[in-house]
């Protein structure tokens, strides 16, 4: 018998040993070559022994060790194959419980075997097969909270409006009641927050619109959210439309004292953005925020509150912190005491509305006898104003005014960056109380004070407690060196405000001569006459010099000097500086 054909029958007989009952049918001869020892190739001439041999005596599928025939080995079972068990390991090799194996697996079954997804209540979810999106859920932008359920990240206000609303806001008329729409959108926000988008148009709501649900019990439970309008902004005038966008909100119910917008914290994460807000004259405060924290409000303009239209205030266990305002547009009406920016906190002392930023704020005030406020600093401390202005005004208004009737250690460490107070206001800063320097009230302080749109004497810098302005020099230093003769009467500076200032001079001989002195005059005009200070001689023999200050009152006129020389033999030379700084 040939090597090849030993090793077939040896295998045959160890199948018929294990029972798999295969017998021989053979439906042709097959003649293999003798190969030599230690050859292993292939000496059969034809390969269809593989083919008939094999593929049309061997059926599929094989049990194994129970006498079935065909097939792939498996172990039969007299256990319910149930989907669950299809995940334990090695679970396909068991039968279906009937002593025979298990059928095909069906997609269903596959499926079936896979637990279901369970979102986060709180304590964490469970993996398992995710819930299907809807139709329209990519086209909204929809993604899977952890919650389980698909959310959007974007509302659009319109998709909760009847055709009726759509069309008038659309129109700008004003005349249908959006405010349960919108609330509606902000409601479909998940808690982690959305963005709800507002398309260009008129929005008239007969009441409030809240964001949050926050309260002096615990934070709210939703954040995140921001309101954004589309559109072109608009280019803005503040005695025409008094816009900045082409989204804009307006109150349409009856006469309150509420609030059009409020943002109801404590919430960390807030936006509002390309929205005008118009009270209309019938409601308090334009936009309101409690307690919230670390948020954006940019391109936004606030109008026609009777109390304030943008006011902050804080609950018991929250700050107004860490927050972002840019490119303002604030117009106060014509309303006694009514206010621009309000800002205040608790007074009991434990929070208040700090650390926030403000850049490019435009306030615009009613120019008109009555009292009214730019900015209203109460409970507030280390707010950063970055240019800003505030125009208009009349006798009794005041741009900028400090408030310490609540705690006399509050308002303390405000700062501007580039402050114009100017408009019609005779007084352009105020106090209301008394602040309390001794008992932790620090300074608020002004850096770079506008004088464009001053009017009036005197009006250049405060002088208010607890309100300090580093003192500037207005004027061109003088710094002659090199000088060996008489200077004829020169201009320094002419003044442009009635005030108070200080002249400082340093004068030295740098190059001794053998005789000679020199002097310096300085002139201004107080209440209409000519006031001159002339310096102790400084001899010109021997290296020194003189140095003073003097304060003086001007009015707007200009500042001369000039210098006397007398008596000079050899080669003496001294130098001059001047500069000149307003006090008030």
Known sequence: MTRLATIIYITFMTWVAMGLGIAPAFSQQVTCATRSVGDSSNACASTSFVQNQFATNLTFPVTVSNGVSGGIPCFTSTATLS??????????????????????????????ALVPFVGDSGSGGTQGVVPAPAAGDKSAGKLLNANGSWVPYQVNVFEYMSPTQIADVVAGTFAQDVSTPINNA????????????????????????????????????????????????????????????????????????????????????????????????????????????????????????????????????????????????????????ARGISLDGNVDHATDTDLNSFNNTKILLPMTSTTTYGLYLKNCDTNTFVSTNVFGGGANSAPILFDYTGNNQWPTGNMF????????????????????????????????????????????????????????????????KGQNATIAPTTMWTAYNEGDYRISYYLATTTAGTAGTVSATFQWTDNGQNQTLTTTNLNLNAKGYLQGSIVVHSIPTGFLYWTTVGGVTGSPQYELMIHIEQLT
Request: charge should be neutral.
């Open 83 to 112: 989907a669950s068990t299809l995940l334990v390991a090695n679970s396909f090799m068991v039968g279906g419980g009937a002593g025979t194996c298990p059928s095909t697996i069906t997609n269903a079954a596959a499926t079936a």
């Open 417 to 480: 960056l580039g402050l114009d107070p100017g408009g019609l206001s005779t007084t352009k800063f105020a106090n209301s109380g008394s602040p309390n320097q001794s008992g932790g009230a620090r300074p608020n302080k002004i850096y770079g004070l506008s004088g464009a749109n001053l009017a009036g004497a005197g009006q250049e810098l405060p002088n208010l407690l607890n309100l300090t302005a580093p003192i500037e020099q207005i004027a061109p230093w003088v710094s002659l």
């Open 186 to 337: 902000i409601a479909a926000c998940p808690s982690y927050g959305c963005e709800v988008l507002f398309p260009p148009g008129g929005y008239g709501v007969a009441s409030g619109i809240t964001v949050g649900n926050g309260s002096a019990g615990g934070n709210s439970t939703m954040m995140g959210i921001k309101l954004k309008g589309l559109g072109q902004h608009v280019s803005s005038s503040f005695f025409g439309d008094k816009t900045i966008s082409t989204a804009r909100i307006k109150y349409t119910g009856g006469l309150t004292g509420g609030n059009l917008l409020k943002m109801s914290g404590p919430i960390n994460g807030w936006g509002i953005e390309d929205l005008t807000f118009d009270c209309n004259l019938l409601c308090g405060t334009v936009v309101y925020l409690q307690s919230m924290a670390y948020g954006d409000m940019k391109n936004v303009s606030m109008v026609n509150g009777n109390a304030a239209q943008l006011a902050t205030q804080t609950l018991g266990i929250s700050n107004t912190e860490g927050n972002s305002f840019s490119n303002l547009l604030i117009v106060v009406p014509d309303v006694a005491f």
